[in-house]
C-alpha cells in the first residue's frame, strides 16, 4: 500500500477555513513544515517569502530566538491555568505593558482568544454599558458601521460586517445594524472623482448619524485601512471626522486595530496616525507577534466602571473563554512588545515603508493595474480586466489565482482578497527582502496579464 503522504490526509479528514474544498481537494497543496526569518519552508524543501505575514499576524519573522524563549520560559512555570477568579503574571503584567503604549485614555484589558471574540466582546460592552451606565439610555442598542468592513466570522462581528460574498448567506441570523458607504475613492459610492470629490462620504454620514444618533450605542470601525474589503485607505482626516461625529452625538468609537495594530501601518496602532483615542479598542493578530492565539478588548474607565455594582445589580460583565488570558500567549505577547523596544522595530519602518513606496510606482505601468493603496507595511494592488472602465476581473478569468500561483513558484506565499492582490510583509523584512519580494510581485503580475 502506497504510503500516506500528509497532503493526501489532510484532503481526506480536514476542512480549511475560506477555502472552497472541491477545489482544494483537486489541485497540489502546500504542506509547510518550518520557517525562518521571514521565509516558510515546504516538505520538499522549498523555501517561501511569507508575503502575507501568515495572514497578517507576523511581526518579527518565524523562529525569533527572543519569542520562542519567552514560550520555553514561561513552559517551565505553567502553560496555562484558569483567568476566572484567578490571576498570573503574564496577563497583569503584558495588561500594564498594552495600557502604556495604546492612545490614551484607554485603560482596562479584557482577554479572549482571537479578533472576532474581541469585537464580539466590544459589542456586548457598549451594549451593556448604555443599558446600566449612572444615567442609562436605554435606546442607544444599535450599532453603526461602514459598507465593506469586516471585524470578523462569529455571528456578531458578521452582523457588523459588510462584505456579501463572506456575509450574505447568513443573513437570517444577524442582527439589524446601520450601515453607510465606505470612503472607497477608486470605486467612489458617490462616483466622485479625486477633483470633484467634497466627502460627500462624510457628509452621508453625518445626515444618518444626525437621524440615528439616539439608536447608536457605538460606531465600529477598522481605523485607516479596511483590510479585508481589499486594503481600503482613509482619506486624511476621515477618522478624526469620526472621531468629532462621535463626540458630538454621544455614541461610543469602537476601533477595531486588529488588522492594523502593532505597527502595521507604520506607527504602533492607526488611530496614533491621527492622534484620536477610541472608547474601545480591539487587538489580536501582530498581539503576540504572530506566535500564539490570543486577542484583547481594550477600553477606558468610564466603561469599566458602568459595571462595577454589587453583586445583587447583575452589573458584571458575563463574558469568558476557557484560554482567557492564558499565561504562554501573554507571555510571548509581553515579548513581543519589548522587541518594539529592542530593536527599535517603529522607527526602522520607514525606510521600509518609503522603499515599498518607491517600488510600487512602477506597478502602474503595468495595463492592468488599476490602483494601488498603501499604509504602512500594508499593501493593496487592485487588478483590473480594462483599466479605463475599472471593469473587475471575474472569477472565472483566473487570473488573480495566476497570479497567486504564479508568484508560489516564483518564491513568495500571498492570498487575493477578490481581485486585489495582498502584500503584507513581516514588519522585520529587510530592504533587501521587500525589494525581491515586490520583484516577484512585479513579474508574477506581468507574466499572467500580459496582453
Ligand atoms: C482578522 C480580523 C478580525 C478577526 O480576527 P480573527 O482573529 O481572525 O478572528 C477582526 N477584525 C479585523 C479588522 C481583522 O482584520
Known amino acids: 500500500m502506497k504510503n500516506q503522504t500528509i497532503e493526501t490526509i489532510d484532503k481526506q479528514y480536514v476542512w480549511h477555513p475560506f477555502t472552497q474544498m472541491k477545489e482544494w481537494q483537486e489541485e497540489s497543496q502546500l504542506v509547510i513544515t518550518g520557517g525562518e526569518g521571514v521565509r516558510l519552508c ?29 514560550i520555553i520560559h514561561q513552559l517551565t512555570s505553567i502553560a496555562h491555568s484558569t483567568f476566572l477568579g484567578l490571576s498570573s503574571p503574564p496577563a497583569a503584567l503584558l495588561a500594564k505593558e498594552l495600557i502604556s503604549i495604546v492612545p490614551e485614555g484607554l485603560s482596562r484589558v479584557f482577554y479572549s482568544d482571537s479578533g472576532s471574540e474581541a469585537v464580539e466582546i466590544a459589542l456586548k460592552m457598549a ?17 453603526l458601521h461602514l459598507v465593506n468592513s469586516y471585524h470578523g466570522d462569529t455571528i456578531g462581528s458578521v452582523s457588523v460586517g459588510g462584505i456579501d460574498l463572506f456575509h450574505s448567506t447568513y443573513h437570517p441570523l444577524l442582527f439589524p445594524t446601520i450601515s453607510v458607504p465606505c470612503p472607497y475613492c477608486y470605486r467612489c459610492p458617490f462616483e466622485c472623482e479625486p477633483n470633484s470629490c467634497k466627502m460627500e462620504c462624510l457628509e452621508s454620514l453625518t445626515n444618518v448619524i444626525k437621524k440615528e444618533h439616539e439608536r447608536i450605542a457605538a460606531f465600529i470601525i477598522e481605523p485607516l485601512a479596511m483590510g479585508a474589503a481589499g486594503m ?18 454621544n455614541i461610543l468609537l469602537i476601533a477595531d ?27 489580536a493578530k ?26 445583587s445589580e447583575s452589573k458584571t460583565f458575563f463574558h469568558g473563554h476557557s484560554y482567557t488570558g492564558n499565561q504562554l500567549a501573554c507571555a510571548v505577547a509581553r515579548a513581543n512588545l519589548e522587541l518594539f523596544q529592542k530593536d527599535q522595530i517603529i522607527p526602522a519602518l520607514c525606510e521600509k515603508v518609503t522603499l515599498i513606496e518607491s517600488e510600487l510606482k512602477w506597478f ?9 493603496r498603501q499604509i504602512g507595511m500594508m499593501v493593496g494592488i487592485e487588478l483590473v480586466k480594462n483599466p479605463d472602465s475599472r471593469q473587475p476581473y471575474l472569477p472565472e478569468d483566473g487570473v488573480i489565482k495566476s497570479v497567486i500561483l504564479e508568484a508560489q513558484q516564483r518564491g513568495m506565499i500571498t492570498r487575493p482578497l477578490g481581485n486585489v492582490i495582498v502584500f503584507l510583509p513581516p514588519l522585520s523584512s529587510t530592504l533587501k527582502e521587500l525589494h525581491e519580494m515586490l520583484n516577484i510581485l512585479f513579474e508574477s503580475i506581468t507574466s499572467v496579464t500580459r496582453d
Open 364 to 372: 502602474y505601468t503595468l495595463s492592468h493595474v488599476g490602483d494601488i
Open 286 to 311: 501582530g498581539l503576540t507577534g504572530g506566535y500564539l492565539p490570543l486577542a484583547a478588548t481594550i477600553t477606558t474607565e468610564e466603561i469599566f466602571n458602568a459595571f462595577l455594582g454589587d453583586a
Open 232 to 249: 481600503i485607505t482613509f482619506p486624511d482626516r476621515y477618522l478624526t471626522k469620526v472621531r468629532e461625529l462621535c463626540n458630538t452625538y
Open 127 to 143: 451594549f451593556q454599558y448604555w443599558q446600566q451606565r449612572e444615567k442609562p439610555v436605554p435606546t442607544k442598542t444599535m450599532f
Open 42 to 70: 515546504d516538505e520538499n524543501g522549498n523555501w517561501y517569502y511569507d508575503g502575507n505575514s501568515s495572514m497578517w499576524v507576523n511581526l518579527h519573522g518565524h523562529r525569533k530566538k527572543e519569542l520562542d524563549d519567552a
Open 257 to 283: 486595530e486588529v488588522a492594523t495594530g502593532f505597527g502595521r501601518t507604520g506607527k504602533m496602532f492607526a488611530c496614533d496616525h491621527e492622534e484620536i483615542s477610541p472608547d474601545i479598542m480591539t487587538v
